[in-house]
């Protein structure tokens, strides 16, 4: 069935190195992506898109990087800080506009 | 300062009653949706809604029930027939551009406690 999924529950890194968030989609018909940062108790925080038409996007400190081959997304974050310890989130849309959540990974920076 | 309220924060409900989470957007976004999220989980869709006075079941929408009288609010009810309740609810706005795929904005949340 249709799936997003992340390959790893947690990721722990230093602060200042650059963290790389991984996920993966089955969806082939899938066109239009989205990472969300959601701190505890909070809602989700749109951080960057990127639609199938692309194959890396840049934002402030963010880069989204799209393999439509293997059907593969990920999320870098530069010089990583502690703000930026959160639980992120991969999307994927296809044609019903609706989003399909993976389950999440959890970025713990350490001091 | 435009965005998504969500209320209360906390709610608690005994087992067999019916509650109303409120979500209000000043976004003048059309589109408005309702998300369950459970511990260690992604975030599941119960309900949308596209335009007004129209709104259509999500992948999770037994038990739960929704109105979308004015454009500004999407309230959720969460019935007794939903057998686990206990959750965090989100709930997130959009425009809508046909066939152009959008960023979901999202509220704080309401977390859930059945006791």
């Known amino acids: 069935g249709e799936s997003v999924g992340l390959h790893l529950p947690t990721l722990s890194v230093q602060e200042g190195d650059n963290s790389i968030i991984n996920c993966a989609y089955s969806?082939?018909?899938?066109?239009?992506f989205i990472w969300y940062k959601q701190e505890s108790g909070k809602g989700p925080q749109f951080i960057i898109d990127?639609?199938?038409?692309?194959d890396k996007r840049q934002g402030q400190r963010v880069t989204v990087l799209l393999n439509k081959t293997v059907k593969h997304l990920s999320l870098q974050i530069a010089a990583t800080q502690p703000g930026d310890s959160a639980v992120y989130f991969c999307?994927?849309?296809?044609?019903?506009?609706?989003?399909?959540f993976g389950k999440g990974i959890t970025l713990s920076v350490r001091p | 300062d435009g965005g998504i309220t969500q209320s209360p924060k906390y709610l608690f409900r005994k087992e067999g009653q019916n509650v109303t989470l409120s979500c209000e957007q000043n976004?003048?976004?059309?589109?408005m949706y309702w998300y369950r999220q459970d511990p260690g989980q992604g975030l599941r869709l119960i309900y949308y809604?596209?335009?007004?006075?129209?709104?259509q079941k999500g992948d999770i929408a037994e038990g739960y029930s929704v109105s979308r009288e004015k454009k500004e609010s999407f309230p959720l009810t969460v019935t007794s027939a939903q057998k686990n309740p206990t959750a965090f609810y989100l709930c997130?706005?959009?425009?809508?551009?046909?066939?152009?795929?959008?960023?979901?904005?999202f509220g704080p949340g309401t977390r859930l406690t059945v006791l």
């Open positions: 997130a706005s959009s425009i809508t551009s046909g066939r152009a795929r959008v960023e979901q904005f």
């Open positions: 969806n082939s018909a899938s066109d239009y």
């Open positions: 990127i639609r199938s038409n692309m």
């Open positions: 999307a994927e849309s296809g044609a019903n506009s609706k989003l399909t």
């Open positions: 976004l003048n976004h059309d589109a």
């Open positions: 809604s596209q335009i007004v006075n129209d709104f």
